[in-house]
């Protein structure tokens, strides 16, 4: 059995580790995909400026923001202020305690949340340490939160 031609991802247009990972060896950034299994206990979390917040980036579409990602937010850290996506964001809580405050809606282990495209929710707060499987079909915002220092934060 052959690979399909018509149905090959793009490579130029992924990163994260996986990304990163799945590119075939001596083809350089444009090289065709392999399937792949990350390690993603053996990745180190990258700290967002948000004092806190850490995430290991999963995957990235570059072209159209759609991202997975491991996100930990540090217990006493959280988002500040109320906000909206401009995609639909997705979460899934794999350990902690991770509420909004402004509705008491708390994500514990084994909680799956939907916030739909332009929906304003917000602030958030972690209750103890806590990591969640974050999801986006498209960017992550609309403009740059006041929060983030670093505009890479906001992707």
């Not at 580790?17 to 993603?40: K, N, S």
């Not at 707060?125 to 992550?140: C, F």
Request: overall charge negative; charged content about 20%.
């Amino acid at each position: 059995m052959t690979e399909s031609t018509d149905n090959v991802s793009d490579p130029a247009a992924y990163s994260g580790a996986a990304a990163d990972l799945a590119r075939l060896p001596g083809e350089g950034p444009l090289a065709r995909f392999r399937e792949i299994l990350v390690a993603v206990p053996e990745l180190a979390f990258e700290d967002k400026t948000l004092p806190g917040l850490s995430h290991k980036m999963l995957w990235r579409d570059d072209d159209t923001g759609g991202s997975i990602a491991i996100v930990r937010f540090l217990a006493g850290s959280g988002i500040p202020d109320q906000h909206a996506h401009a995609s639909n964001q997705f979460m899934y809580c794999l350990q902690g305690r991770y509420r909004y405050t402004s509705t008491g809606l708390t994500l514990t282990p084994g909680s799956f949340y939907w916030n739909p495209k332009g929906c304003l929710h917000g602030p958030t707060y972690a209750d103890e340490d806590s990591l969640l499987l974050e999801i986006y079909d498209g960017p992550h915002y609309p403009t740059q939160p006041s929060w983030y220092s670093d505009p890479e934060d906001a992707r």
